[in-house]
């Protein structure tokens, strides 16, 4: 199973991105999904969640201006980002909880991660 996340990049202080975030492989069912970031030097802390039911859940400091979603059918998660600002600017991780297909067997739920993907925002 892969995790490839894309959509970041540099943007203006008050300015919008979309993360995306797919899983791909032997998969049987995906269940909770979450998008994180990492400034160097610091943990990584998580950003918002959603479960395969599409209940979300935030930080504070997203709040009001991000929004996560996915779509299912590709099993794919998004980070709807708007009003950027400098504190943003981090490397953002995907995360999936995803239970396998082994033959005629399940196996897990694993956990997983996307390599990250870059997002600077300039003042």
């Known amino acids: 199973v892969q995790l490839q996340a894309s959509g970041g990049g540099l943007v203006q202080a008050g300015g919008s991105l979309r993360l995306s975030c797919a899983a791909s492989g032997t998969i049987l069912r995906i269940n909770d999904m979450a998008w994180f970031r990492q400034v160097p030097g610091k943990q990584r802390d998580l950003v918002a969640t959603i479960t395969g039911g599409g209940r979300t859940n935030y930080v504070d400091s997203a709040k009001g201006r991000f929004s996560i979603s996915r779509d299912n059918t590709k099993n794919t998660v998004y980070l709807q980002m708007n009003t950027l600002n400098p504190e943003d600017t981090a490397v953002y991780y995907c995360?999936?909880?995803?239970?396998?297909?082994?033959?005629?067997?399940?196996?897990?739920?694993?956990?997983?991660w996307g390599q990250g993907t870059e997002v600077t925002v300039s003042s």
């Open positions: 995360y999936a909880k995803i239970l396998l297909m082994r033959g005629s067997m399940t196996a897990g739920p694993y956990d997983y």
